[in-house]
């Protein structure tokens, strides 16, 4: 049983909720974005609450129960607030240059990484070693953070690598010296 499903969502003044039959549509100060519901889930819009109900019970449809919510909450807080996301570079040499709807890194390769900017989402640089990334998608938001962390992912030795802001990096001592 989803207890995160029961959740009951309260809407902002400023978000408006558009429910059709498979479809949900939140608009707000920053933007629209659209939700496709699955079978068997219903939504409830009473004044400024709403609530997403299962019409059968089964265990797909137990699992989106939440999910359905969960999503409709981000998707809230994304048009209301939007979402950040903080990234370092760290290493000798290694730098984020955003510039227009690409960013390009240095991270110790033999070439520059170019990475296309999607649509939604913004970079901005708050120094060569940091980057921001903001939209209002969080699943975009986080997808191409991600991707851009996998370009060099922080190693346990020098900690040499991209990392999120606030990301605590397990070091590991490396070779004692013999006896």
């Known amino acids: 049983m989803s207890r995160i499903g029961k959740r009951i969502i309260t809407v ?3 978000v408006n909720i558009d429910i059709q039959e498979k479809l949900v ?3 707000g100060p920053k933007g629209e974005l659209t939700l ?3 079978d068997n889930i219903s939504l409830k819009l009473d004044g400024n609450t709403l609530t997403v109900e299962k019409t059968k019970d089964d265990k797909f449809t137990n699992a989106m129960h939440g999910t359905t919510n969960a999503n409709i909450k981000n998707m809230i807080i994304g048009v209301s607030e939007g979402y950040k996301k903080g990234l370092e570079i760290n290493g000798v040499g290694y730098r984020f240059t955003p510039k227009g ?3 390009t890194i240095n991270a110790g390769y033999s070439h520059p990484v170019n990475i296309e900017v999607p649509n939604g989402i913004t970079i901005k640089g708050i120094s060569n070693t940091e980057i921001e990334i903001e939209g209002i998608d969080k699943c975009q938001v986080s997808e191409f953070a ?3 962390r996998k370009v060099r992912k922080p190693e346990p030795y020098k900690g040499k690598g991209i ?3 606030g990301e605590h990096i397990r070091r590991k001592e490396g070779k004692k010296a013999s006896k």
């Open 12 to 14: 902002p003044e400023n």
């Open 101 to 103: 709807n690409t960013l």
């Open 163 to 165: 990392k999120y802001k």
């Open 25 to 27: 549509t939140v608009k």
């Open 36 to 38: 496709p519901l699955v």
């Open 146 to 148: 991600a991707n851009i």
